[in-house]
T-cell receptor, first 124, second 108 residues
Framework: QLQLQESGPGLVKPSETLSLTCTVSGNFISSGYYWGWIRQPPGRGLEWIGSIHHSGNTYNNPSLKSRVTIVTDTSRNQFSLNLGSVTAADTAVYHCARVRTVAGTKVGSWFDSWGQGTLITVSS | SYELTQPPSVSVSPGQTAKITCSADALPKQYAYWYQQKPGQAPVLVMYQDTERPSGIPERFSGSSSGTTVTLTISGVQAEDEADYYC???????????FGGGTKLTVL
């Protein structure tokens, strides 16, 4: 069964770079799927950050694009998020997830397996 | 990019039917997805491709799509259904994802 687990520092200072890693169980990361990051500020809704394929192809939320870097490390079954120049507004629970896609008469992209999430607080 | 609009809250009594709507500027060829999130937990997919229920999701959950509005319907609401519900779509390339603002379902 697929499992995802986020890991990160917990606390990041303003203006610094937030770095998170998602470890994917088994050898699923090279199985052709995209893998994504989603965050949720305390008491607020979900926000998609970006997605990456094991080949390195990425899509990022335009509202965050210039600050976001997502990379994979298939040898470790991991993918990582770097978010630069953080502010208090980046305080959130960060989830990683597997992305599924479908294309036909209609198209779609969704998250079918999620990590439990890790709280990142931006504070000095 | 586009926005998805959900009502902030919906309240129903146990056994009644809850309808949670999600409106978009346009979604002619995109599937909609719905997630349930309980406090302190990760979201769980409860509906995919407009009307399909994942394995393990009760039959009382159903989905529909009409025009620019998609709807999640919970028939015979139970206390355990109290949660936040989020709709989600991707753009026409299926690459860029958008979530609705979320709806808090309260079971009275």
């Amino acid at each position: 069964q697929l499992q995802l687990q986020e890991s990160g520092p917990g606390l990041v200072k303003p203006s610094e770079t937030l770095s998170l890693t998602c470890t994917v169980s088994g050898n699923f990361i090279s199985s052709g799927y995209y893998w994504g990051w989603i965050r949720q500020p305390p008491g607020r809704g979900l926000e998609w950050i970006g997605s990456i394929h094991h080949s390195g192809n990425t899509y990022n939320n335009p509202s965050l694009k210039s600050r976001v870097t997502i990379v994979t490390d298939t040898s470790r079954n991991q993918f990582s998020l770097n978010l630069g120049s953080v502010t208090a507004a980046d305080t959130a629970v960060y989830h990683c997830a597997r992305v599924r896609t479908v294309a036909g008469t209609k198209v779609g992209s969704w998250f079918d397996s999620w990590g439990q999430g890790t709280l990142i607080t931006v504070s000095s | 990019s586009y926005e998805l609009t959900q009502p902030p809250s919906v309240s129903v009594s146990p056994g009644q039917t809850a309808k949670i709507t999600c409106s978009a500027d346009a979604l002619p060829k995109q599937y909609a997805y719905w997630y349930q999130q309980k406090p302190g937990q990760a979201p769980v997919l409860v509906m995919y491709q407009d009307t399909e229920r994942p394995s393990g999701i009760p039959e009382r959950f159903s989905g529909s799509s009409s025009g620019t509005t998609v709807t999640l319907t919970i028939s015979g609401v139970q206390a355990e259904d109290e949660a936040d519900y989020y709709c989600q779509l991707a753009d026409s390339s299926a690459a860029f994802v958008v979530f609705g603002g979320g709806t808090k379902l309260t079971v009275l």
